[in-house]
């Protein structure tokens, strides 16, 4: 550089999502990616993983809204918020996750007039069933998509039913392999951990119904019935105001009758996972492509799961797993009978093809790639 060359400045680089946390626990290699070459902005709601995201580098904006609500007062009240914020900071392109910042999102940055990308990272509650919410959520889609520069999917299945539904412009559509995983993060432990010595499934999800928590105490209960010596492990959070929400109550009381042990929400889920020997994931809940069940497969842990959109893109049946039928505990019962039944040998060899998988399918460099196609030109 000489010394009369200007200096270029960086553009700066919007996400926008429903929470820090899922910014922080899905995204945080997306933004080591960016921060070197751009200003990057998160615009969420606030929580404790606010913190960890500025220590990354990240401007912040925290913005109240409710991503459970269904009053359309307070979702116009989001998109008058957003577009005064994209206003005040002119971001020079914009990322949307989950549905209502891909739709308030996607129409205020449009009424700037900003580039932006909507994140399809799943259908979710609102695609679970033929209904006024369903109906009203894909007409607002249907007009929100039309002012994005694409729209990306983490799944074919769920790029089909938009095109289908004419929701969104095919040409728009670009598939991702999910959100990808960072496999020297999510390695194998390569020396013997200290463990109990009975054999133990861990669960690591939402608590939400749909998410199949109720299906794996369930099956945990037809397999303690039969006097086996087998843990079942469950970690993740509740969601307060959820319709589809697991109670503390419900949780207590599985505990109190010894059928789970539920150790919270884990900041980070590696120390389970290495105890674990098998991954369990019964959802029947509208899915991207679980990040639960890449980041078991990267640590080479088998996995069973249901045979439903996005979960199915993870595992091989009889190779890295096996697929239970849908919404149905006494079939996800018999596959985790049928791991228990495996030697040692076999359960090591499913985990190291579960790696391979992910390591081909899934690792995030292909999606920074994606990223950086979409932000050339700015």
């Keep these: 550089m000489t010394e009369n060359e200007p200096v270029r400045q960086k ?44 220590r990354e580098g990240c401007g912040f ?22 577009k005064r914020i994209y206003r005040e900071q002119k971001p020079d392109f914009i ?32 695609f679970a069933r033929q209904n006024w919410l369903n109906k009203t959520v894909s007409y ?12 990306w999917f983490l799944n ?57 928590v109720r299906i794996y105490v369930d099956a945990a209960r037809i397999l303690l019935k039969r006097n086996r010596d087998i843990r079942f492990e469950l970690i993740g959070f509740f969601e307060e105001h959820h319709p589809d929400s697991i109670t ?15 150790s919270g929400f884990a900041k980070d889920v590696r120390p389970f996972l290495r105890q674990a020997d098998c991954l369990v994931f019964p959802s029947f809940y509208s899915e991207g492509v679980p990040r639960c069940l890449m980041e078991a497969a990267a640590m080479e842990i088998p996995i069973i799961t249901s045979l439903n959109r996005g979960c199915k893109e993870v595992v091989e049946s009889g190779v890295n797993g096996y697929l239970c039928a849908v919404n149905d505990a006494e079939d996800l019962a018999r596959k985790m009978e049928a791991m228990i039944l495996l030697s040692a040998t076999e359960r090591a060899a499913m985990g190291k093809k579960g790696r391979e998988l992910v390591v081909a399918k899934f690792d995030v460099q292909k999606i920074l790639v994606e990223y950086d196609r979409a932000l050339a030109h700015i």
């Design 11 to 54: 553009k700066k680089i919007a996400l926008v999502a429903n929470s820090a946390w899922s910014v922080y626990n899905f995204r945080l290699d997306l933004i080591r990616h960016l921060i070197p070459h751009y200003h990057v902005l998160v615009i969420a709601p606030s929580d404790e993983f606010t913190i960890e995201l500025t």
């Design 61 to 82: 904006l925290d913005i109240e809204f409710n991503n459970r609500s269904e009053n359309p007062f307070q979702d116009y009240a989001l998109y008058r918020s957003l």
């Design 95 to 126: 990322f949307h996750y989950v549905i209502k910042p891909n739709i308030y999102g996607s129409l205020a940055a449009a009424a700037c007039g900003i580039e932006s990308v909507a994140v399809v990272t799943g259908l979710g509650y609102a």
């Design 140 to 151: 607002l889609y249907k007009r929100a998509l039309k002012r994005t520069k694409e729209v």
């Design 156 to 212: 074919k299945e769920d790029a089909e039913i938009f095109i289908q539904r004419k929701l969104v412009d095919g040409l728009k559509v670009k598939i991702l392999p999910g959100e990808g995983i960072n496999p020297e993060h999510f390695a194998p432990a390569f020396r013997p951990v200290a463990r109990t010595k009975a054999f133990q499934f861990l669960m690591s999800t939402r608590l939400l119904k749909s998410k199949g």
């Design 248 to 262: 503390e109550a419900d949780i207590r009381y599985w505990q109190r009758k010894g059928v789970i042990h539920y």
